[in-house]
C-alpha cells in the first residue's frame, strides 16, 4: 500500500507508516502545486494532509486508488467529507490529539491580556520603570465565556478553575448532563447574548459552518464589555473581521487574540493590522512538539486500521 503526506508531519508518524508496511511519499509543500498533486495521486491508498490541501471531488476521482483520508488535525473544512462519504473513503482525524495544547495557548492568551510582561520588560529594556502601566489584573474572579462546548473547552474550564475564574459557555447542543456541565462545572447559558454580556474574556471552540460563520460581527461585538477580549482559536471566519478591526479600532472591546483567519496567510493590507490591540499568530494554536507527535503517529496509526478493515474511533 502507498500513502501520500502532502503537508508538514513529524516523523513518528513517516515511521508509524512504515512500520504497517506502507511505502510513503512525503513532500510537505506538493500542496502548493495542484496540478502536479492531481497527477500523482492515482497512484496512492491514502492521501495524508493538514488545513491546506483541498480534498475535494475532483481530487477523489482523480484518486481512484484512495481508501482512506487523513487530516492531521481535527477541522474539516477544507475536506469534502459528504462526498467522501458518498465514495465509502473514511475520513480520519486527529481526535482530540492537540486539545491540550489550544487549551493552554488559550490560558496563555488571557494571561497575557493580564499581565503583558513582555511589553513591561521592552519598557524596562528601553530605560523605562512604569509601574502603574504595568500594573496588570488578576483572573482571580474574572468570567471566561466558551462558545462551543466540546473537548477543547473542557480542557479551557478545568485549568481556568485553576485560577479561580468563573466559567460560563454557550452552546445549543449540549445538555445538563454532558460532562463538560456535569463535570466539568460550566454554567451553560441559555442565549449567547447573556455570555457576551457576561465575559471577560471569550474564547471560540465552533466548527465553521454556515450557522457559524460570522457568529461574533457588529451587533455581537456591540454586547461585549469594554474590557473585555475575543480568543479566536477555532477556524477563520467564525469572526467578522472587517466588524473585529473596526470594534478594536473604536476601542469598543479592549483586545483580541486570533490564531486563525478568513485567509491565511494575512494580507498586508488587511485593517486588522493597523490595531495595536490585536494578537495575530500563525495558527499555532495546536502545534506544540508534544500535539504533533501525538497528531502524527495517531493518524498514521488509525489510517492503517482503516485499510485493514478494523474499527477505528478516529473517523468522521
Known sequence: M?????ELIWSEGIEELKDQGFEV???????????????????????????????????????SRLKAIGRLGVGLDNIDVKRAKEKGIPVVFARHANATSVAEYVLTA?????????????????????RKKYTGGELYQKTIGLIGLGEISHRVAKRAHAFGMTII?????????????AETGVHVKETL????????????????????????????????????????????????????AAALQNQ????????????????????LLLCENVTL????????EESQVRTSFLVAKEIGKVLKGERSLCTV
Open 25 to 63: 511519499h512525503y513532500d510537505e509543500n506538493l500542496w502548493t502545486d495542484r496540478e502536479r498533486l492531481l497527477q500523482v495521486i492515482p497512484e496512492y491508498d491514502a492521501v495524508i494532509v493538514r488545513n491546506q490541501t483541498i480534498v475535494n471531488e475532483e481530487l477523489m476521482e482523480a484518486g
Open 169 to 181: 459557555g454557550y452552546d445549543p447542543f449540549i445538555t445538563e448532563y454532558d460532562h463538560v456541565v
Open 252 to 271: 469598543q472591546i479592549a483586545g483580541a487574540y486570533l490564531d486563525v483567519l478568513e485567509q491565511e496567510p494575512i494580507l498586508d493590507s488587511h485593517p
Open 193 to 244: 447574548e447573556e455570555l457576551l454580556l457576561e465575559s471577560d474574556f471569550i474564547s471560540l471552540h465552533v466548527p465553521l459552518t454556515p450557522s457559524t460563520e460570522h457568529l461574533l460581527s457588529t451587533p455581537e461585538l456591540n454586547r461585549m464589555k469594554p474590557s473585555s477580549y475575543v480568543i479566536n482559536t477555532s477556524r477563520g471566519g467564525i469572526i467578522d473581521e472587517q466588524a473585529l
Open 281 to 288: 499568530t500563525p495558527h499555532v494554536a495546536g502545534l506544540t
Open 110 to 130: 488571557i494571561l497575557s491580556a493580564s499581565r503583558p510582561l513582555h511589553l513591561a520588560s521592552v519598557d524596562v529594556r528601553n530605560g523605562g520603570w512604569n
Open 2 to 6: 502507498k500513502a501520500l503526506i502532502t
